[in-house]
């Protein structure tokens, strides 16, 4: 075997592979003390026009936190905050582009954050966790564990969150 083909072989696998993306949770207190979470309108398929989370695909050699930043940043213009790590979402089906696997990360900001729609992005706004539009992907699901892990069940139990 060539010198080329073996290391061509080296990160070759049988078995298929999940991509991996990053999702951000960011929570605050709105008017009234609600909770509000930001969201991006996607201006892309899948899910063009759908509220979802800032986030998207880990480029190659990049780690987890650093591709949480750089996505809200590039999808909100939003920096220097710091989050952490929610857990991993990997059910089957949840991307209709295939497998992928997402880690969610998540914080609560104090102070006046004003996202500002960038890169695919259509737009971005703070909302209501109560009452929100159906979300994009699995996110309604990763907002219930989100909201019950960060505000307790209690709280999570008070808020009808959309259910597919």
């Not at 009234?32 to 989370?53: Q, T």
């Not at 998207?56 to 989050?83: C, M, P, Q, Y």
């Amino acid at each position: 075997m060539t010198k080329r083909a073996q290391s061509k072989k080296q990160h070759c696998y049988d078995y298929p592979r999940p991509a991996v993306t990053v999702d951000i949770i960011l929570f605050r207190r709105g008017r009234a003390g609600r909770i509000e979470v930001l969201l991006i309108e996607r201006g892309r398929e899948p899910f063009r026009d759908h509220w979802a989370f800032p986030g998207g695909f880990v480029d190659k050699d990049e780690s987890l936190e650093n591709a949480a930043a750089r996505e809200l940043k590039e999808e909100t213009e939003l920096e220097g905050i710091e989050f952490h790590q929610l857990g991993a979402f990997g059910d089957p089906g949840r991307d209709p582009r295939g497998h992928t696997v997402s880690v969610a990360y998540t914080a609560v900001l104090d102070g006046d954050y004003e996202p500002t729609a960038a890169d695919d992005a259509r737009s971005a706004a703070w909302r209501a966790i109560s009452g929100l539009p159906r979300l994009a992907f699995d996110h309604e699901k990763i907002l219930r564990i989100a909201v019950e892990r960060t505000f307790g069940k209690n709280t999570a139990r008070r808020i009808k969150i959309n259910s597919r």
